[in-house]
């Protein structure tokens, strides 16, 4: 399932989601899948046990992105973030919808033990058994860097 390319996520309703195959042909949808599809498809591939994938353009992860390994483990210790967090990594930027892009992520994964990824330049993805823990991942990342980011910003007024 993925979000149809250009349209705003914010008011998509589910007909307009699109189905495809782990080939990415589509069956189901009258919409092109996103450009970032590639990615998607590429994870699944690399472990079987990914159910799902979430990838968004998370402000705050992106303001931090140079520093977000090291900041989210910061921040996690700092605040007593308990919550399942197997931790981050990165690729540098690749041109978003790009097989290299795609290719890059998939390698990152097969080398890592963490879920969640962030994308130079571009925004974060993460994987799940289920939609809600791929989301949840997201989530977790987001808020992690932006109280991250309010730290940085609070100890600095000083």
Known sequence: MSTPAGMDKSSLTPKELVITDLGGQVLQGGYEPSSELKVHLGLYAADSEIGAVVHAHTPYTRVLEGRISSWVT??????GVVEEWQGVTSVP????GSQE?????AEKFKKSSDHTLVMGGHGVVAV????????HRVETIE????????????NHLD
Do not use: H, N
Request: no cysteine; hydrophobic share 50%; proline share 3%.
């Open 74 to 79: 910061e921040v996690s210790r700092k605040f």
């Open 93 to 96: 930027y690749q041109k978003p």
């Open 101 to 105: 892009l795609a290719d890059a992520i």
């Open 128 to 135: 799940g058994i289920s939609l809600t823990q791929a989301w």
């Open 143 to 154: 808020r992690l860097a932006m109280m991250g980011y309010k730290w940085l910003v609070l």
